[in-house]
């Protein structure tokens, strides 16, 4: 059982950038799928990004392309999400997750949910 604890949310202007980790115990984490959802309030989540469990291969919800870059190091058992460009529409609550089906954007599809990372972007 992979366990994943979000981080590095915080508050910033329109423009600005955030880097978000989540971190991982288990040793299996290398097998797994890695990705980032948002819910912002009164909303659902959202699918934002997500990995290949080797790293070759990554992809994007349409409103974060070309802002959003997600990466791993399985060495350090860790996913990042840097956020650049960032708008007050990406104000939210970040959560990961890990799937073991590469290419899905389902909430359904991912499990292990960390517990969340505050994100708020001013105007």
């Known amino acids: 059982q992979v366990q994943l604890v979000e981080s590095g949310g915080g508050s910033v202007q329109a423009g600005g950038s955030l880097r978000l980790s989540c971190a991982a115990s288990g040793r299996t984490f290398s097998s797994y799928a890695v990705g980032w959802f948002h819910q912002a309030p009164g909303k659902e989540r959202e699918f934002v990004a997500a990995?290949?469990?080797?790293?070759?291969?990554?992809y994007y919800a349409d409103s974060v392309k070309g802002r959003f870059t997600i990466s791993r190091d399985n060495a350090k058992n860790t996913v990042y999400l840097q956020m650049n460009s960032l708008k007050p529409e990406d104000t939210a609550i970040y959560y990961c997750?890990?799937?073991?089906?590469?290419?899905?954007?389902?909430?359904?599809?991912?499990?292990?949910w960390g517990q969340g990372t505050q994100v708020t972007v001013s105007s």
């Open positions: 997750a890990v799937s073991r089906t590469y290419g899905t954007t389902g909430q359904a599809d991912f499990g292990s």
């Open positions: 990995i290949h469990w080797r790293g070759s291969y990554t």
